[in-house]
């Protein structure tokens, strides 16, 4: 079955960096386009970054632009988010996705706090 695992959060002081992994299985990766989202407390579930299957292709949110780097790795079923220069407003639970949520991780704290 579809599993996507997560790591690589943690708490971390503003203007600081952070690398999420996601290891995925029980589908052929390299064919999927692969998301991230995030969670803040008390708001809804929002995309931050997507990449095609290649990694040709990838998008962001505003906020993140220029800040956020979303990568893969096909050999290793894996895919990558490079943040850095964080901001208290990043704080949230970020998850990985299949496509756009079709198959979702168990999501991965990330905190910015001084």
């Known amino acids: 079955q579809v599993q996507l695992v997560e790591s690589g959060g943690g708490l971390v002081q503003p203007g600081g960096s952070l690398r999420l992994s996601c290891v995925a299985s029980?589908?052929?990766?390299?064919?999927?386009?692969m998301t991230w989202y995030r969670q803040a407390p008390g708001k809804e579930r929002e995309l931050v970054a997507g990449i095609t299957s290649v990694g040709i292709s990838t998008n962001y949110q505003d906020s993140v632009k220029g800040r956020f780097t979303i990568s893969r790795d096909n050999a290793k079923n894996t895919v990558y988010l490079q943040m850095n220069n964080l901001k208290p407003e990043d704080t949230a639970v970020y998850y990985c996705?299949?496509?756009?949520?079709?198959?979702w991780g168990q999501g991965t704290q990330v905190t910015v706090s001084s």
């Open positions: 029980g589908f052929t990766f390299s064919l999927e386009t």
């Open positions: 996705a299949l496509r756009w949520g079709t198959y």
